[in-house]
């Protein structure tokens, strides 16, 4: 066995949180010192605060794509996260609940809200929460390549529902998905659509107009940016019914005070993606193409889950048949290898992954499979070495 | 800061982070940056063990035990948690909340909602102006209130205009005595005086890190677990993270920082406390020999209850103007930073409700600026904002002549 203090670390296990760039850790910094002041408050500190809130939203709308400025301006609603942004997504599209019912949906309605198989747990949760309380939920099914079938939708959009959530790319195996097509079907049959696009801002281009969806969640801390801070975009004239009350923060849409400094941080993040994003994508997908290609030399039966699909460049999910997921992780953490057998909030978890089980993979699969993900500081030296370090630990865990 | 010649007395809208707390998040922004759900290898690992170790401070700091405290997004969120989570889990056994007219938006909207969607919502009155209790509840009234279809009342330990503390331990054993669920929102009053669960009694306690010299952006709920274990229903779903009552990734540097800044003020507290309460005696001794005609917002400076503890956050100063307009008043003073209670935010026109609430009319909370001392007011701040009001109310007065 390796002994971790002998070997220097590697992170592969940014899908579950990024490090921050030092000029995001900077900016925060310098936020928390220069605008101390209450974004809400009528001095001028507030005002102050104010102003720099207002235009890190307008930069960061701008950079994800959204209309910012005239008569039909999107919204930038800032969150503290991915987790809320995507729950407000769904039970503010969906509209106020009355007596277990919600308005929204029409009398002809025999669905309530479709979300793919695929989910991330905060809309799948989300999903199930709704359920219990009596909407009626529909899961989008996936095929084998990890993608959401499109052919399917028309059925599921014929019964009416109000809203569709589904995700841009997934976060365990990297597959994008066909959200533009999917927004055009949605479109035309008159139901919101919502994406989660949380793995995808800040790897590979995302552009919330070009989508043509509704709704966008996004989060600085799969970027690079802090934890404690999202966003929920919503498209001009679609309505959203608050989730929080308490305050005239965000026109109501999101009471509680404004954070300065993480707004800041986020906006950092994304600029320095925008500074680079064309040289940043072809970066994580060499190294990607790199630690695929080294995997496969030495584990010639390893499976790339979602190899026929078009996958973000920095995430990769592999499976080595007859080695067991949880103990190749530990194995690989005692080597210095951080990585993770799916999403972090369900690591530990010895449940099968519901993403690969959407996708009809065989068990061996399902059970062997684990999550590399590399950011924009990874370098070709530490891939090198992380493959070398999985293959050995495949290779012990054999024999065993 | 970037601009030392404002005298910053608006420590109730929002503090400045203290340089200490900010050291000690610095590093999760850095080198321990890990998710704390990643529990199978060694960066979450850091991540998890910063999250455990705060979360025995803050405890530990408010007489908790570790996993009762449920980490938010900030005070605003926790209320709705506790309120939304308690009524809609309880809608069963009651759908009636008692709450009081002075409580903050954060408390107020939420119970206003529910009341949209068919909960009895029942609002107490607090002693009128002039009283010298001005803003106290009657926990007779408060008692009297409760019925067998309550499910949770909840009232607000030191009110955020007029620094009222209110008889928390008084209103719980009264809570208890009727099998009603207690919630607290202690926004103001944890770090700035002595907060204890147990002390309190109460069942559920909001409280945020921006108000105490800590980041913006993370606030804690307190949950309690035994005797009796309180059952909410979540508000946000996902990964299931802090007990499936707050699922999200949890904000490591925001959490590091909420306990550097609860630990600070309870070094300080009885030390502060008493610095503060001198400041702001003496600020509203410069204003009431140098203004004519002002009036106190609130109980009264020196006012105790029965155990001789004030009535009154240290480094809370709420006073009318009488002819003077509090907005325009703070135009005439660009270098003290306060607010007025002619507007409860920028984006809110209407006059403050808690000012109201104690029977004001309109003009006079309209006349009114709320002072907030805190950690880093020195006595010639006090000095300086006293002679800057004075010089903007005579101004105003000579202009209106």
Known sequence: ?400 | MSDDLTIYLDNHATTRVDPRVLAAMLPYFSEHFGNAGSVVHAYGERAREAVADSRRAIAAAIGASPEEIVFTSGATESNNLAIRGVAERQRRRGDHLVSVATEHRAVLDPLARLGRRGYDVTLLDVAPHGRREAGLVDVEQFAAALRDDTVLASVMLANNEIGVVQPIAELAAACRAAGVLLHCDATQAVGKLPVDVQELGVDLMSFSAHKIYGPKGVGALYVRRTRPAVRLDAQISGGGQEHGLRSGTLNVPGIVGLAAAVSLCQLELSDEMSRQTKLRNRLWQRLSAGVAGVELCGPALDAVDAAGTPLRLPGNLDVAFGDVDGEALMLAMPDVAVSSGAACSSTDPAPSHVLLALGMTEDAARSTLRFGLGRFTTESDVEMAADAVIAAVAKLRGLAR
């Not at chain 1, 005239?70 to 969150?79: C, E, K, L, S, W």
């Not at chain 1, 001009?236 to 009350?245: D, I, M, R, T």
Request: aromatic share 2%; with cysteine.
């Open chain 1, 1 to 400: 066995m390796y002994n971790s203090r002998m070997l220097a670390p590697i992170n592969l296990d940014h899908n579950a949180t990024t490090p921050l760039l030092p000029e995001v850790a900077e900016a925060m910094r310098a936020a928390a010192l220069d605008y101390p002041g209450n974004p809400a408050s009528q001095h001028e500190l507030g005002r102050r605060a104010r102003r720099v809130l207002e235009d890190c939203r307008e930069r960061i709308g701008e950079l994800l794509g959204a209309q910012m400025g005239g008569m039909r301006a999107d919204r930038v609603i800032f969150t503290s996260g991915g987790t809320e942004s995507n729950n407000l997504a769904l039970r503010g599209l969906l509209g106020p609940w009355v007596g277990g019912h919600h308005v929204a949906t029409g009398p002809d309605a025999q669905l309530d809200l479709i979300v793919s198989a695929i989910e991330h747990p905060s809309i799948a949760a989300a999903a199930d929460a709704l359920a219990e309380q009596g909407a009626r939920v529909a899961r989008a099914p996936v095929d084998a390549k990890g993608q959401i079938q499109l052919a399917a939708l028309p059925d599921l959009l014929a019964r009416r529902p109000r809203l569709a959530s589904l995700m841009l790319a997934n976060n365990e195996t990297g597959v994008l998905q066909p959200i533009a097509e999917a927004a055009a079907l949605c479109g035309d049959a008159g139901v919101l659509i919502h994406t989660d696009a949380v793995q995808a801002v800040g790897k590979a281009p995302v552009n919330f107009a070009a989508l043509g969806v509704d709704a966008l969640t996004a989060t600085a801390h799969k970027f690079h940016g802090p934890v404690g801070i999202g966003v929920l975009l919503v498209r001009s004239g679609v309505e959203l019914a608050p989730q929080l009350a308490g305050g005239f923060q965000q026109a109501g849409a999101r009471p509680g005070t404004e954070t300065v400094a993480l707004a800041a941080g986020m906006r950092t993040a994304l600029d320095a993606w925008q500074q680079e994003s064309a040289a940043r994508t072809a970066r994580l997908a060499a190294l990607g193409q790199q630690l695929q290609t080294a995997l496969l030399a030495e584990l010639p039966d390893a499976i790339i889950v979602g190899a026929q699909a078009p996958r973000l460049p920095h995430t990769l999910c592999v499976a080595c048949p007859g080695v067991d997921r949880q103990q190749l992780v530990i194995s690989l953490d005692l080597a210095g290898v951080a990585c993770s057998t799916g999403s972090a909030c369900a690591s530990g978890s010895s449940e099968p992954s519901p993403v690969l089980v959407a996708m009809g993979l065989p068990e061996a699969v399902i059970s062997g499979a684990i999550r590399l993900s590399w950011g924009a500081a990874t370098t070709p030296a530490e891939i090198a070495e992380a493959a070398r370090r999985i293959c050995l630990s495949v290779n012990q865990l054999r024999r065993q």
